[in-house]
């Protein structure tokens, strides 16, 4: 099994396009996780970087997020938002989609009637579609995330428990049972590092923060270890610490705690380190 890193655009805004994609490739990660709203300019930019950088390594890859932001809107209209969206990322022949899928208070009907829609496209299009496990979506809950698994065992999913953390306060210590039914349906993971009251501790490397790195380690071992078993070809992980709100900051000054780079960088080294080690 190949375990392969890729880089998040977010928080890195201050790069161009072409700026971004060199410097990832120079630190070590295999492709890039983006949300892209073609056509602009900006998707061109991205595209045309990637291409360069495909002559040095043909396999570096592209992950497309498909994100609807939330305004007042029934089920219906935000199916057809998200489909339009849809039609100009698969268009730009991503590795897959992550999907920010459906809405926390939507019923559980109208969720499963946003999920089919994905579902359909995704058979139609031949384009591989992940739900990102996340606050405000179907998914931000752990356990009320298994109905949905249950009637879709199909779902694939963009493991990011950290907003479990979150929504649950707690470190998950008595919802093991449920973490395990998730884990099999965990196909890329976001590799941040969240906490009891929020989805990013200020900086991964802090001591203080320790016991929560190796939490998370240990869910990603699982999770690496499920996929080799099944003989899964290609596991895939975005270390994933964001920028100001998600970075915490000082008062007054705002000046953020960190920095995002140095943060993503040390996660790719630390899962580097303990996945070569365990799948050489």
């Known amino acids: 099994m190949q375990i392969k890193y890729s880089c998040s655009y977010w928080g890195n805004d201050h790069f161009t396009p072409k ?15 983006l949300f892209l709203q073609p056509p602009d300019k900006l998707t061109n930019d991205f595209i045309d ?56 208070h939507f019923s559980f009907d109208d969720n499963c009637r946003v999920i089919e829609a994905l579902l359909n496209f995704s058979k139609k299009r031949g384009v591989r579609i992940l ?12 356990a009320s995330l298994l109905p949905y698994l249950e009637k879709f065992p199909e779902l694939e999913l963009v493991g990011d428990f950290s907003h479990f953390c979150t929504v649950s306060e707690s470190m998950l210590e008595d919802q093991e049972e449920i973490i395990h039914k998730i884990i ?19 900086n991964p490397a802090a001591p ?3 016991p929560h790195l190796q939490r998370f380690m240990g869910w990603w071992q699982q999770i690496a270890e499920y996929h080799h078993k099944k003989g899964t070809s290609l596991l ?7 920028p100001v709100p998600y ?6 000054t705002q000046k953020p705690l960190s920095n995002v780079w140095d943060n993503n960088i040390f996660m790719l080294h630390q899962l580097k380190e303990k996945f070569t080690r365990s799948f050489p």
């Open 19 to 33: 700026e971004f994609i060199e410097n990832v490739y120079e630190s070590g990660y295999n492709g890039v996780e």
């Open 49 to 104: 970087a990637i291409t360069a950088i495909r002559l040095k390594n043909p396999d570096f890859y592209l992950i497309a997020m498909q994100i609807v932001f939330p305004v007042v809107e029934s089920a219906e209209s935000y199916i057809q938002k998200m489909e339009q969206r849809l039609e100009s990322i698969a268009e730009l022949n991503p590795l897959f989609i992550n999907s920010h899928t459906g809405k926390d």
């Open 131 to 142: 739900h990102e496990t996340h606050r405000g979506r179907f998914s931000f809950h752990a």
């Open 184 to 202: 099999p349906h965990v196909g890329h993971v976001h590799a941040r590092v969240g906490f009891e009251q929020g989805p990013q501790v200020n």
């Open 208 to 210: 203080e923060w320790q």
């Open 236 to 242: 895939t992980f975005t270390p994933e610490f964001g």
């Open 247 to 252: 970075m915490p900051v000082e008062p007054y």
